[in-house]
């Protein structure tokens, strides 16, 4: 009885053409992809065109349907996520891809954003995340959840003597991301550096560089490294 109420929800006939973020699900659980696919029709452009149970059918779904966002859990049958990646990366069909995953470890999401791949969510964080990774994702950006990108920063600034422990008040305005990006930019990180750090795009640090120096009226880099000291965000 369950399983015929997800198949009803899951007609993707039903759903409204209106919506212009083309979303194809990938996970081997019905319940998971009927939770997502709930999550994301409350949002009024985006669109769930398909879902697939298995690796093997993804890319002939994917290709079919034309989705915009890839939403793809690493563990699945007969085929698995990473495997899925690279049939898209070979053939060159361009999808956005966001990996749904149990797993935290970072050498693997290292590789996993190598090969392509833009977003990154732990299925724990996946309900508060989901939303803003696609739109992210969409709209050409990489995006972690906020554990994993946690994980990634304390990996990069472990046993930095120059990190501070302090907890400041800092500028509303940046976003958390910024901020770690201000606290490398102090530490004498490059821009190539930060990014294989975050596991982000040299394009995307220039980016986040430039809303800083925006946001604090900084004229150049040192104004953030001197934001970094009075602030407390590293030691001097």
């Keep these: 009885m369950i399983e015929s109420v997800f198949f009803i929800n899951l007609d993707t006939s039903i759903i409204r053409m209106t919506k212009n973020i083309r979303i194809h699900l990938a996970d081997d659980h019905q319940i998971i992809i009927h939770g997502i696919q709930t999550l994301l029709n409350t949002v009024p452009n985006f669109e769930v065109v398909g879902f697939s149970l298995n690796g093997t059918t993804?890319?002939?779904d994917v290709t079919n349907n034309h989705a915009d966002v890839l939403v793809l859990d690493i563990s699945m049958p007969e085929k698995d996520g990473i495997e899925v990646v690279k049939e898209f990366k070979l053939k060159g069909f361009?999808?956005?891809v966001i990996i749904l995953s149990s797993y935290d470890d970072l050498k693997l999401i290292k590789e996993i954003m190598d090969m392509g791949v833009t977003?990154?969510?732990t299925k724990q964080c996946a309900g508060d995340s989901?939303?803003?990774a696609v739109q992210a994702v969409a709209n050409?950006?990489?995006y972690f959840c906020e554990t994993i990108r946690?994980?990634?920063f304390s990996h990069a600034t472990k046993n930095n003597p120059k990190l501070s422990t302090y907890k400041p008040n800092v500028n509303p305005l940046l976003t958390e991301r910024e901020i770690e990006?201000?606290?490398l930019i102090a530490l004498e990180y490059s821009g190539k550096e930060i990014s294989e750090q975050l596991f982000i795009s040299t394009n995307t640090v220039e980016t986040h560089r430039k809303n800083i120096m925006k946001k604090l009226k900084a004229?150049?880099?040192i104004g953030i490294v001197k934001y970094a000291m009075n602030n407390h965000l590293v030691i001097s």
């Design 140 to 142: 050409g950006e990489e």
């Design 58 to 60: 993804v890319f002939e």
């Design 150 to 152: 946690e994980k990634i």
């Design 94 to 96: 361009p999808c956005k």
């Design 181 to 183: 990006i201000v606290i």
């Design 119 to 121: 977003g990154y969510l």
């Design 219 to 221: 004229k150049n880099t």
């Design 130 to 132: 989901i939303i803003e």
